[in-house]
């Protein structure tokens, strides 16, 4: 609870999380007794510091959650502040409503925070900003004492009522001149809404005050009717400019969003991203996403061209997109902005703090020109995007928050961008509030005397200045609190080489921006973050689990650095499924940050019984091999007490079943001993493919779950391979990715592994061969892993592009080859490792050919290689099955494959799912199966 999604840090005594009003007057009462600061706080997304605090800080989502009314005949619901704006609008959906306000982070920001800083959102130019939405508001003030703000204010204390409205009327003219009219100013105190021909609202004038007035406990807000279908028109412009000076041109038609982005933003500083993302859009530097609805397709469809064709003397091309999975895929973009904007394609940092500001909209194309000659000036670079219909710019700029002349420069260059903002008539926050980043600043948008009445309204509500002190009113300098102070300026020693970070670990933390996507509770949306979505703690949550590593770093609140229990905690939840990695928008990776903290956490000391037992896995299982031990081992495990003991010992979780082992494993079934060549050895395998042609095409990597847990996986595989046409060999030397000393943080043991693996394989990497892995979790730690713990060897580079999953090789070897019809319905899981680091598109294309219908889940299963096992996570881990893969399973229809590539995946349904006999299986052995019998027609092959 240090940051928010800003550049600001202040540090709090403590958190409480309230479970009701009662509960939250009396903590207020306490803390005004004691004199201790309050900071309510949503979901952490602000990006201007008002969502950090000191004293006390008050977490709304654990408890006050609830939509207590909906209605659908006023169009209104009452809610508690820590409601998620997207669980309102769930809601509220079967009645056709939605709440209208959808900023970026509308997925996990709650409706109490977006009250806090009048957060608007893309649709603004249709339904105004939070203020414009909302009723009511009950509230508490500093001391605990409760009151309603409304139209009149009739729900006020006569004193606190009477005092504000002479206030305003005293200083009318003032109030009538001084404030600027424009759609999106959010700086200051509202106070004009007090005036009388406005109503007196005072449900308005509070909607903004970011916490430094009072403290909600309920709101009434507005709800709108949700168009039956909707069409977007994405119109491209030669640059941002020229997007800008279109965009008011286009208001008349009333689309009902008018967003900009530049190429720069698109996809982020993922190469694959920015491919999928540019063959969505049409031709242009820049580009206008237009929303229309409509009571019918056509309708929307017909909006939608009708923009287009407005905007075609100015735009280069533009196209009307009415597919909503494609629409969804175009908004993402949009959305993730904040996050893949604080990254650049060169690995740059870029930071908010002048994140949106709003000027008149036909004031903008003029205002960015001037932006960008402002930022040549002080040397910047940035991005400019937002909501262009509204004048309002959002831009990330590569800011130097680490050294003094660079904080010296942010100061220099923020003071001459607020006299630029109001120079074009703007306002300093156009969206996310004044906070911490621009409340100083005030005084010159605004002058000296509106700025004294806000000091003057700030003390009628909270004269000892408790409640959120130093934002607004009396508030800190903008240089003060930056998160970035306390951090080491070396880098510290680390094992991984974080490529993307320039082998700092500090610059990989400071990766998290806060955004929080990891908080977002929809399982469907991806993988990350299994474990907040099942404990709901922010130490949980990727966000959390990165703040406590950068208070590490940072050695003032937790100050035992790589021993920190704290931190340790933290991390222990943390199932490594690198959902992280592909879902946050700027790639954190925890399941790296935890591998590197436990190799520094537990050096030189015993570790937990799991990292020797399953952490040392390939060796146990191929000294069990080497062994014949098999059969002796299962009889073992069928006996509770030993079963018992060896759990105790392995430090397994009581509740979980030891899994059996093979009678033999991979390099002893005859299908491995047919396609190994009489020479034994690598060197053998790879001057056959050199030869003339007649040797191997590719290597099935003997990965240790294939090959020692699930041989029936890699057997498959080999029969499909060749009856693809695609020549294939095993690897008789021992190979292992490292992955399970990697996940148990035991890295210089991984390195070694590694190291042989890459001695063993290069030979037939150079000789041309792909390297096939069944395994997804193994094909992704050699494929980013091995190159990260090797980043001294350029070898390890080379062999990393030459790892592919099965279904890629088919595709890339045999892309000729019709697989067997298999013809029935697909239920089962895409790894989340497969999901994060490899990709599936190979997959679906591959299960489509084979007539295999429906689509795996995306999620992780729970197991995630020994996290399951491990004594204390059997309940984590089963509730991360339940969100969606146990009850798919359950509900799949008798004649469904179950497929799941991922042993962990096929071992976590086979141990909690349905005992209906149906196991799940690669989709190697799905397509085997149904390879036809010898001397029948084969298929073609490539």
């Known amino acids: 609870m240090t940051m928010d999604a800003s550049n600001h840090r202040r540090v709090p005594l403590g958190v409480v999380a309230p479970r009701d009003a009662d509960d939250l007057a009396a903590a207020l009462a306490i803390c005004h007794e004691h004199g201790v600061p309050v900071v309510p706080r949503g979901g952490g997304t602000s990006i201007a510091g008002q969502a950090t605090g000191v004293g006390v800080v008050l977490d709304f989502t654990r408890h006050m959650n609830r939509v207590l009314a909906i209605d659908p005949q006023s169009r209104t619901a009452e809610v508690e502040p820590g409601v998620i704006r997207d669980e309102l609008c769930s809601i509220a959906a079967p009645h056709g409503l939605v709440f209208g306000p959808d900023p970026s982070t509308h997925s996990r920001c709650t409706i109490g925070g977006m009250i806090g800083n009048n957060a608007c959102g893309s649709h603004s130019v249709a339904v105004g900003t939070t203020a414009d939405n909302v009723l009511a508001l009950d509230l508490l003030t500093r001391d605990g004492r409760a009151l309603r703000a409304d139209p009149g204010g009739s729900g006020l204390p006569d004193g606190l009522r009477d005092a504000g409205h002479a206030l305003v009327d005293a200083h009318a003219a003032l109030l009538r001149t001084g404030m600027p009219k424009l759609p999106r100013r959010i700086s200051g105190y509202a106070l004009d ?37 909707r069409a977007l028109a994405v119109i491209g412009y030669p640059d941002e400019s020229s997007a800008a000076e279109a965009a008011p041109g286009l208001l008349p038609l009333r689309p009902l969003t008018l967003e900009g982005m530049s190429q720069d933003l698109i996809g982020g500083p993922d190469p694959g991203r920015r491919a999928a993302a540019g063959a969505l859009l049409p031709r242009g530097g820049a580009w206008l996403f237009a929303e229309t609805g409509g009571d019918t397709p056509a309708e929307a469809r017909a909006r939608a061209a009708a923009l287009c064709r407005a905007a075609a003397d100015g735009a280069v091309a533009g196209t009307v997109v009415e597919d909503p999975t494609a629409q969804r895929s175009l908004w993402r973009m949009r959305e993730e902005a904040s996050g893949t904007a604080t990254r650049a394609a060169d690995g740059g940092e870029a930071w908010p703090g002048w994140e949106d500001c709003a000027v008149p909209p036909a004031r903008l194309g003029a205002y960015l020109r001037d932006f960008r000659a402002l930022l040549r000036e002080h040397g910047l670079r940035g991005v400019p995007y937002g909501h262009f219909g509204d004048g309002c710019v959002h831009v990330r700029i590569d800011f130097d928050l680490l050294t003094a002349p660079g904080v010296a420069r942010y100061r220099a260059f923020s003071g001459d961008l607020a006299r630029l903002v109001v120079s074009h008539g703007g306002s300093l926050s156009g969206e996310h509030g004044d906070g911490l980043a621009r409340a100083e600043l005030l005084p010159l948008m605004y002058g000296d005397a509106v700025v004294d009445l806000f000091h003057r309204f700030k003390d009628l509500w909270d004269p000892g200045n408790g409640l959120n002190p130093g934002v607004l009113a009396r508030p800190d300098r903008l240089d003060d609190n930056l998160r970035f102070t306390p951090l080491p300026r070396e880098p510290v020693p680390v094992a991984f080489g974080y490529p993307g970070d320039s082998g700092d670990f500090s610059a990989a933390v400071r990766r998290c921006v806060g955004v929080a996507k990891c908080r977002v509770n929809d399982p469907g949306t991806g993988v990350m973050c299994p474990s907040w979505r099942v404990t709901r703690e922010e130490r949980h949550s990727t966000r959390g689990r990165a703040r406590l590593l950068h208070e590490m770093l940072a050695g003032e609140v937790v100050t035992d650095g790589w021993r920190s229990t704290e931190v340790r905690d933290a991390l222990d939840l943390c199932l490594s499924c690198k959902g992280c990695r592909s879902d946050c928008p700027v790639g954190v990776d925890m399941a790296t940050y935890k591998a590197e903290f436990l190799h520094h956490h537990w050096a030189g000391r015993i570790r937990p019984a799991a990292h020797y037992s399953m952490g040392s896995l390939p060796r146990w299982l191929r000294l069990a091999a080497a062994l014949r031990a098999a059969p002796p081992a299962n009889a073992a495990a069928r006996v509770p007490p030993l079963a018992a003991l060896a759990k105790r010992l392995g430090g397994i979780d009581p509740g979980r079943d030891i899994p059996p082992l093979p009678r033999a494993p991979l390099h002893r079934r005859p299908s491995v001993r047919a396609v190994r060549r009489p020479v034994a050895g690598i060197a053998a395998e790879a001057a056959a493919a050199r030869g003339d042609g007649s040797g191997p095409r590719a290597v099935l990597f003997p990965d240790t779950f294939t090959a ?66 069944a ?9 980013s892993d091995l190159p990260e713990l090797l980043h001294d060897d350029p070898r390890a580079e080379t062999l990393a592009a030459s790892v592919r999953t099965f279904a890629e090789t088919l595709e890339e070897l045999a892309p000729e080859w019709d697989p067997p019809r298999v013809d029935r319905p697909l239920v089962g899981q895409t790894h989340c490792h497969q999901h994060a680091v490899l990709g599936d598109t190979a997959d679906r294309r591959l299960r489509e050919r084979a007539g295999l219908t429906g689509e795996p ?83 073609r092959k490539g």
Not at 213 to 225: D, H, S
Not at 735 to 756: E, H, K, M
Not at 861 to 871: I, K, M, P
């Open 857 to 939: 889940l995306t999620g992780c299963c729970g197991l995630a290689g020994n996290f399951g096992f491990e004594r204390g996570h059997l309940e984590v881990s089963a509730a991360c099955a339940e969100e969606r893969l146990l009850p798919a399973v359950r509900a799949a229809d008798p004649g469904a494959v179950l497929v799941a590539d991922g042993y962990s995946c096929r071992l976590q349904i086979a141990q909690l799912g349905p005992r209906d006999g149906r196991p799940a299986r690669h989709l190697a052995e799905v397509l085997a199966d149904a390879l036809p019998a010898d001397g029948e027609d084969p298929g």
């Open 775 to 783: 395994e997804p979790p193994c094909a992704a730690a050699l494929r």
């Open 193 to 229: 809404r007090l005036l009388p021909e406005h109503g007196r609202d005072w449900a308005r004038a509070l909607t903004g005050s970011e916490g430094t007035l009072a403290v909600l406990t309920r709101a009434t807000v507005r709800l709108l009717p949700v168009p039956a279908a």
């Open 708 to 773: 020692f847990l699930s041989p029936e996986a890699g057997e498959a595989a080999l029969r499909v391979l060749g009856a693809a046409g695609v020549r294939t060999s095993v690897p008789r030397e021992p190979v292992c990715c490292g992955l399970t000393w990697i996940s148990t943080g035991r890295l210089d043991t991984a390195r070694r592994v590694q190291r042989r693996t890459l001695e063993r394989l290069s030979p037939l990497v150079e000789a041309g061969l792909t390297i096939t892995v």
